[in-house]
T-cell receptor, first 114, second 116 residues
């Protein structure tokens, strides 16, 4: 079985500041890891994914994440927050051989202040 | 580019009524997934279909059923609705055979069900 833990249900940053959203996973087999973003009353949009290969992955809107197997982490970062980044962010895991089904973390609400 | 289409976008029902949600996957996607997202909750996996056969089952109540049709669209049927069924229901689709892994799920905008 797999699970995802997102530390901090709410994160607040100033515009222009570093964004760091934390995600740790538990998996019995090599995982595939994803970050999705959800704007109010909208669907889930893929930000980035890690499957194999390079552990630092870059996504849309300037976000990136690094897969660290030793720490079972997949934290999401962005060097400089923008007001438009305010949204809810979900980390998710699927398993190799698991048919693509995603298990989500509980989400982190990002607030960006002036 | 074509996305995942869900209908209706909003639905209001009374307790004990029945509701049907529809999902039209991205063309050539053969796998459909249903998720339920309660207020302030993370999306919970309900059920998935690959090539019109149920491929996985999650926390779907017995009052709910779903199927995938020959044109790959899917319908989620919910009966004897309860207040706790009020949620955002997402459909997602992906390419790839069962057990292939690594394929990205593309989500629809969701259907918001309100049970009064």
């Amino acid at each position: 079985a797999q699970s995802v833990t997102q530390l901090g249900s709410h994160v607040s940053v100033s515009e222009g500041a570093l964004v760091l959203l934390r995600c740790n996973y538990s998996s019995s087999v090599p995982p595939y890891l994803f970050w999705y973003v959800q704007y109010p009353n909208q669907g889930l949009q893929l930000l980035l994914k890690y499957t194999t290969g390079a552990t630092l992955v870059k996504g849309i809107n300037g976000f990136e994440a690094e897969f660290k197997k030793s720490e079972t982490s997949f934290h999401l970062t962005k060097p400089s927050a923008h007001m438009s980044d305010a949204a809810e962010y979900f980390c998710a895991v699927s398993l190799t051989g698991g048919g693509n089904k995603l298990t989500f973390g509980t989400g982190t609400q990002l607030k960006v202040e002036l | 580019a074509a996305g995942v289409i869900q209908s209706p976008r909003h639905l209001i029902k009374e307790k004990r009524e029945t509701a049907t949600l529809k999902c039209y996957p991205i063309p050539r996607h053969d796998t459909v997934y249903w998720y339920q997202q309660g207020p302030g909750q993370d999306p919970q996996f309900l059920i998935s279909f690959y090539e019109k056969m149920q491929s996985d089952k999650g926390s779907i109540p017995d009052r709910f059923s779903a199927q995938q049709f020959s044109d790959y669209h899917s319908e989620l049927n919910m009966s004897s609705l309860e207040l706790g069924d009020s949620a955002l229901y997402f459909c997602a689709s992906s390419l790839g055979a069962w057990h292939s892994g690594a394929n990205v799920l593309t989500f629809g905008a969701g259907s918001r069900l309100t049970v009064l």
